[in-house]
């Protein structure tokens, strides 16, 4: 795991630099800086878009009584998006604008997040009150 880790810190910038470079080479480096800072803040801003979105079905989902679980993971990946989209380079940006489309992430949290199914279990009502069963014991040592 640290070995990948590694991998990916030193390969990815050396791999976002080439494209960099290619980029320049073929359209100009003011276009490439342009671009770069371009695709930063619509990313920026479609992030900020879809995070409200997610936010307010977490909180319907918490007054409603169930457990947002799912929709957390999307705003985990989200986050993760954002942080692709600040970062220099086409590269992050390419997997960043991926992780903006809402059936990605939806298979991408169900296929790697294991769900515990709730079938077989009794919902509790919130109004009762929890069952408590008394009695005594005593420890023979």
Do not use: C, H
């Not at 989209?85 to 997040?113: A, E, M």
């Not at 279990?121 to 014991?137: F, K, M």
Request: proline letters at 8%; aromatic letters at 10%; zero cysteines.
């Amino acid at each position: 795991m640290v070995i990948i880790f590694i991998l990916l810190l030193i390969g990815l910038p050396l791999i976002e630099i080439y494209f960099l470079i290619e980029v320049g080479s073929a359209i100009g480096a003011f276009p490439t800086i342009v671009l770069t800072i371009l695709t930063a803040i619509i990313g920026t801003w479609l992030v900020r878009r879809q995070g409200f979105s997610v936010l307010m079905r977490v909180r319907r989902m918490i007054d409603e009584g169930e457990v947002p679980a799912l929709e957390v993971m999307d705003g985990a990946l989200l986050l993760v998006a954002g942080l692709f989209l600040l970062l220099p380079g086409f590269l992050t940006d390419s997997v960043g604008f991926l992780l903006l489309i809402p059936p990605l992430r939806r298979w991408l949290v169900r296929r790697y997040i294991p769900v515990v199914p709730t079938q077989g279990y009794p919902a509790r009502n919130p109004d009762q009150t929890p069952r408590v069963i008394e009695g005594e014991y005593r420890r023979d040592d």
